[in-house]
């Protein structure tokens, strides 16, 4: 229930809020809503005791060491992903290893498995890169790798219908690299 309050309550405000921060803080802001997305995330979860970015592998696995999900707690591990399509099925794996690999440290194996997308009304309103990933495209994935997972995953979609547009975020290659005045 903490994550779903967390998920649901997301509003247009706090996307802007974080993006905008990036300038105030004198940070480099990013294109696209991404990167406020999962400030809003990092914000709103660590204070509720998920750890983020936990390690599935010990340091001495060379290839496998900097393999980690996004938060987890209370043996549930999630995955807020913004990434190019591609990705989708490496989020779905992940969350998997995470169950079932024996050589999963300890504290990071999972019972269940949260994927957190943007749907594509979200990814227009954040004005997203073409090749992220959705939840529509999230939910083609999971039902042809359902088979082969046996750890469930709940897939959630950010949505952003009724926000009204800004100019905030900008297209890739397009603009300055500050947000206009508009909200």
Known sequence: ????????TIERADVLAAQTAYLEE??????????????????????LGWRPEPRLFPFDERG??????DFIKDDIGVEV???HAEAIPWTFTRLNIAGESERVLEGSRIDVG???????????????????????????WLSMMKPIMPIPIL??????EGWTPTSV???????????????
């Open 81 to 83: 992903s913004f990434n």
């Open 1 to 8: 229930m903490e994550l779903y309050d967390v998920v649901s």
């Open 64 to 69: 496998l060491r900097k393999w980690k999900m």
């Open 114 to 140: 949260v994927a957190v997308f943007a749907t594509d009304s979200l990814k227009a309103w954040a004005k997203m890169d073409s090749a992220v990933g959705t939840f529509e495209i999230a939910e083609a």
């Open 26 to 47: 004198g940070k480099r802001v990013p294109a696209g809503g991404q990167s406020a997305l999962n400030k809003v995330f990092r914000e709103r979860l660590i204070p």
């Open 155 to 160: 897939v959630l979609g950010l949505d952003a």
């Open 169 to 183: 975020f900008r297209d890739r290659g397009k603009g300055s690299r500050t947000p206009s005045d508009e909200v």
